[in-house]
């Protein structure tokens, strides 16, 4: 008897389990991929669920609790819910009763499973770090498949501790709940991976090619954090700045064809700029009628992308005085998407599988 039938043999025996054992699920890897979050409806009090954990973490507001708790109560959670709520409804996936950040996280799952199909063994599902699905939960469903390892991928480029590092905090505190851990696998930061570039790069130039005009300026825009942020020691900046840059050589433009801007501020303090709105507002004062802005921070069209830039952004640049605007879809669940989440989890899956 050769090597190889030995070994399947001894492989063969040690999986079967003694006589009277429990049944023992068979073995398999999980792989989720984490987004930020959404609310579960557009109404006041899903709203102000999903507002108050968000805006409860730490993490994204640094401000002592015992400051920021009773702002956050008496004020923001009182008026911003209508508001916010108001916004979604704009942008609503009404065929589904949710928003577009659920449908297109779910498809990149439902895809990445089918590019998976060669591997029977690997599990792939979903999560949000604020609202549903929660983490917790989906560790949960995956150890109940038998999955005893966990590819982890927070749907996040560029890092930051206001992003990839308090998704991990949250999967890290459902593990430390648990007596019988899966051993996990956390994704790093992939903003200056090629095949991310290259995604990008096919993405833009695609879309661009379909418009009925010509950009003289394309704006990367990324979500703010606020400046003291990046002082203590956040990379994202400096992550965002390299995305760009290797975008824009990718494409052979120069800085002035391709500019970085940071949106989304919340507060009184200052963030990482040059900002958005002011950016394409002031173009369009200096006579720049035709603009495109693509956000290549984020994985999957959301409420910051479809009503922020496609429309508040929209709104500023045309009332300025611009002539043309396009927004440039995200990734998403498109084949360019695709192929970067599954390039990065098959690296990942590697001596696993």
């Not at 770090?129 to 983490?135: A, D, L, Q």
């Not at 905090?169 to 956390?186: C, E, G, H």
């Not at 900046?237 to 760009?244: G, I, P, S």
């Amino acid at each position: 008897m050769d090597k190889r039938a030995t070994h399947r043999q001894e492989a063969a025996h040690e999986a079967k389990p003694p006589q009277g054992h429990p049944p023992v699920p068979r073995r398999r890897i999980g792989v989720v991929l984490a987004n930020l979050g959404t609310p579960d409806g557009t109404d006041n009090a899903s709203v102000r669920r999903y507002l108050k954990e968000f805006l409860s973490d730490p993490r994204v507001i640094e401000l002592n609790r015992f400051v920021w708790q009773p702002i956050l109560h008496a004020f923001v959670l009182t008026t911003r819910p209508a508001k916010t709520g108001a916004n979604y409804k704009t942008i609503w996936n009404t065929e589904k009763d949710e928003s577009p950040l659920r449908t297109i996280t779910r498809g990149q799952s439902d895809r990445l499973a089918q590019r998976l199909a060669d591997l029977p063994d690997v599990v792939v599902d979903w999560a949000m770090r604020y609202g549903n699905p929660s983490i917790a939960d989906v560790v949960d469903r995956l150890q109940a498949q038998g999955c005893d390892r966990i590819v982890y991928f927070p749907l996040y480029p560029q890092y930051s501790a206001t992003t990839t590092a308090t998704a991990n905090d949250k999967l890290y505190r459902k593990l430390m709940a648990m007596r019988d851990q899966p051993t996990v696998r956390s994704v790093p930061r992939y903003f200056d991976e090629p095949v991310f570039i290259g995604a990008l790069a096919n993405s833009l130039t695609t879309q661009l090619a379909a418009l009925d005009f010509e950009p003289e300026v394309v704006i990367a825009s990324y979500h703010g954090i606020p400046k003291t942020y990046f002082e203590k020691g956040d990379p994202y900046h400096c992550h965002c700045l390299k995305t760009t840059r290797l975008l824009r050589e990718r494409l052979g433009w120069d800085d002035r064809r391709l500019i970085t801007t940071f949106q989304s501020r919340f507060g009184a303090q200052e963030w990482l700029q040059p900002y958005t709105d002011k950016t394409v507002e002031q173009l369009a004062r200096d006579g720049v009628k035709r603009i495109a802005i693509l956000n290549p921070g984020f994985s999957a069209d959301c409420i910051e992308t479809l009503e922020e830039i496609d429309g508040e952004v929209r709104e500023i640049f045309l009332h300025a005085g611009g002539e043309d605007f396009a927004h440039i879809a995200c990734l998403n669940d498109s084949d360019d998407g695709m192929a970067v989440i599954e390039a990065i989890v098959r690296r990942e899956l590697s001596g696993w599988i």
